[in-house]
């Protein structure tokens, strides 16, 4: 079972980017779909962006499009998100996540292992 530390979060501006990091421990993560969730104050948890376990397909909420992106090394057992043009409404707790099986997709039901979140506070 695959293991999920979540970095580089922290305090930006408005405008402003970061890049996320979700270090895998344990399990293949070679074979495992990820994706990107989040979890702003008061709201529930919402798919950002998933990656399929070649990386060749990846996929993005509306909400974020054009402004993240999301990419994996396989060799190095890291996923990572780099957000651009962030925005306060961005703000929230970001989780990884792993699906083993391999399908991945938006729903969080799909998703096996999670991290413990890493904090992103965007100010305006």
């Known amino acids: 079972q695959a293991r999920l530390v979540e970095s580089g979060g922290g305090l930006v501006q408005a405008g402003g980017s970061l890049r996320l990091s979700c270090a895998a421990s344990?399990?293949?993560?070679?074979?495992?779909?990820m994706g990107w969730f989040r979890q702003a104050p008061g709201k529930e948890r919402e798919f950002v962006a998933g990656?399929?376990?070649?990386?060749?397909?990846?996929y993005y909420a509306d909400s974020v499009k054009g402004r993240f992106t999301i990419s994996r090394d396989n060799a190095k057992k890291i996923m990572y998100l780099q957000m651009n043009s962030l925005k306060p409404e961005d703000t929230a707790v970001y989780y990884c996540?792993?699906?083993?099986?391999?399908?991945?997709?938006?729903?969080?039901?799909?998703?096996?292992?999670w991290g413990q979140g890493t904090q992103v506070t965007v100010s305006s």
């Open positions: 996540a792993a699906d083993p099986l391999g399908y991945g997709g938006t729903l969080q039901i799909r998703y096996a292992n």
């Open positions: 990656i399929s376990w070649t990386g060749d397909n990846t």
């Open positions: 344990g399990g293949t993560f070679s074979s495992y779909a």
